[in-house]
């Protein structure tokens, strides 16, 4: 037990449910990158990029969600560098599984998601007040994250369009077209938080309103980046076995 | 045949395995001045140390008539970068960066694109560099105190975030620009590799870049070349220069330390190993050239 300590640094306090939701959160991720890793050696020599990946985004975020928790648990607050530094290196990598599964438009996915990133970090930091946090960067990094919804064919979903992934993700052989469905999902409706947890972030859009309700946003994260991030891994996975 | 790829992976394994145990077990920068030390006597230094085989038994690279000419060329080449760093830092360490961006990227794009695109090589090999640089920046203001255009610019409003951004925004474009045969698995690589640079200090983010992305790759590489019949007595051959690059050093190190200080003790590093690695990049050069 006492290596265990060593390991995990700080202890959570008992009935600390956000300390908790970080824990299950690193763990999970963990045993998700162990999952697919071992099926990158089981699956077709097509899907293996896609497991790797897949191993690769949860490999990350449980390394992270780690810190975090011990973040957590010492009483430093929230770990809002932390999840950004896991955003910016795996929400990438989830967009390139569409690009991974079809072959096509990575180029536009890649764009999409460095607009939606940078221009989330500069209104969310306060570092170019140039532009309005909400009307300004919140919205540039909105339309990306629209723009890059739109490609991959989250918009059929409610019977709207499709780019070019998305057509490419239909037409697919296999059960490509059914993770497609998956994928799109996870992208339509569990991303949804990441918007909403900067809205509640950043000034002008509902932080007064939040400030009196005693909620925490990272439960809302810890739970959404864990369905996410697997959920994504696991999607890909039934397309590849 | 074993192929390349076979002996990369495992080598970048390694290296990721021991990079997550320093970031999990917090080991922090008390121990990079030994991890690079250990790293450049055992991993670093030896992958060049073979150049004098490498350059005789590769096909693509038989480009010297005799030893004679190829160590003269060698020493020569070391020689005039000693000289260029004394006349003139900034110049010397502007073709550092030049050579080094090209042949790390070189190496770093095998088993995922041909080597023929030049281009490519130096922007990989350039992205690595900037990421190392931008997620350490703080530091290496401290590091080239003397270049003082670069030590004095006011970087405080920015957070260290904010580079780890940057990093990764020149990547994907980067990535996305070039046609590239296995873009996604250089991106998640490259990504990987960011992250270490992000949570471990300069030296030992260098030394893990240097030791396990670059060199052990290059020197199980290099071990395949050559035929060995154990990778024992491969190691053995590497064994003379790695002593005569280390006793190189020291000399160097004997008549400067009346000019070294702590603070510009790593610049002196880098000058040898700029030193060292000038002549080595042209034989890598023709040596990957098939991979």
Known sequence: ?241 | MVSTENYILPAKIVGLIFSLSLIFFDVGDSYSSIIFILIMLTIGIPHGSVDHIIAFINPNSRRFSSRFSFFSIYLVLIALNILVWVLSPFLGLFIFLLVSCYHFGETQVIGYNSTDNRLLNFVIGANILLSLFLNNIFELQEILVDFTFFSSLNLSSFENIFFLLISVAVLMMSVVYFDIRRKVPLYAELSILYLIFYHTDILTSFSIFFGFSHSLPMLLMEYQEMKEKSFFRFYLKTLPFTLLAVVFGLVLYYFNNNILTTDNLILFVFIIISSLTLPHVFIMKDFVNDK
């Open chain 1, 1 to 241: 037990m006492n290596t265990l300590n060593f390991i995990l640094g700080a202890s959570l306090a008992p009935g600390d449910f956000t300390g908790f939701t970080f824990f299950i959160g690193s763990v999970s991720m963990l045993a998700a990158t162990v999952f697919f890793l071992v099926q990158h050696g089981q699956v077709d020599k097509k899907f293996k990029d896609s497991m790797l990946v897949a191993a690769l985004i949860t490999g990350i975020a449980a390394v992270h969600y780690y810190y975090m928790r011990d973040q957590w648990a010492e009483g430093l607050g929230s770990p809002t560098e932390l999840r950004y530094i896991d955003w910016i290196l795996t929400v990438p990598l989830m967009v390139v599984e569409f690009a991974l599964l079809t072959g096509v438009g990575m180029g536009k996915l890649f764009l999409a998601s460095v607009v939606m990133l940078v221009t989330g970090y500069l209104g969310e930091s306060g570092l170019a007040p140039v532009l309005p946090a909400d009307l300004g960067w919140g919205l540039i990094a909105g339309l990306a994250y629209f723009w890059m919804a739109y490609e991959v064919g989250c918009l059929t979903l409610v019977g709207g369009p499709t780019g070019e992934t998305g057509a490419a993700l239909a037409k697919a052989g296999g059960k490509i077209p059914e993770a497609g469905k998956m994928l799109q999902r996870f992208v339509l409706v569990g991303w949804a938080i990441y918007p909403i947890g900067y809205m509640m972030g950043t000034d002008g859009w509902y932080s007064g309103l939040v400030a009196g309700i005693p909620f925490n946003m990272d439960v809302v994260y810890n739970i959404g980046d864990a369905i996410n991030k697997i959920g994504f891994g696991m999607a890909v996975w039934y397309a590849a076995k």
